[in-house]
């Protein structure tokens, strides 16, 4: 009788991963990001363990946005109190605060758990070329 094997948290194996997402498409990026965080892409993928790899992702701010979505798109934060809502533009996001509108992005494509806040911890964003990962990765860029 064939078993499927349930993974434990502590039998996980985590790999680097390295991604350059000069030229790449931003939303493509961020589904790759999300099915490896996951951990999704592994066969002893289990739901409910978080056994997804590290992602280092380089380059960020050279990623291509189709459409008009640099002017028109903008994200929305709220404090709680009346009236406090305030929204910024991609295009400035993409400038000013490159880790946060990928994590933001990556984060709406987890699970909304303390699994998911497990998971997003593993995601590091650079704007440039270099990263100071170079000794964990052993794998190429993709």
């Known amino acids: 009788m064939n078993m499927t094997k349930a993974i434990k ?3 996980v194996e985590r790999d680097w991963v390295l991604i350059d997402a000069k030229g790449k498409t931003f939303g ?3 589904t790759e990001v999300a099915t490896l965080l996951r951990g999704k892409h592994k066969p002893l993928y289990t739901p409910n363990v978080d056994c997804g790899d ?4 380089i380059n960020a701010k050279e990623a291509k946005f189709t459409g008009t979505k640099l002017e028109d798109k903008e994200y ?13 533009k991609l295009s400035d996001m993409l400038e000013n605060s ?8 990556v ?3 987890l699970p909304k758990t303390n699994l998911g806040k497990q998971m997003i911890k593993k995601l590091k964003v650079y704007s440039g070329s ?12 993709k």
């Open 9 to 11: 948290s502590h039998e």
């Open 28 to 30: 493509r990026i961020l």
């Open 54 to 57: 590290f992602v280092v992702i």
């Open 76 to 88: 929305f934060r709220h404090s709680g109190y009346f009236g406090s809502t305030k929204s910024t």
């Open 98 to 105: 490159t880790e946060k509108l990928y994590r933001q992005a």
């Open 107 to 109: 984060r709406g494509m």
């Open 130 to 141: 270099e990263h100071p990962h170079t000794a964990q990765l052993n794998k190429g860029a």
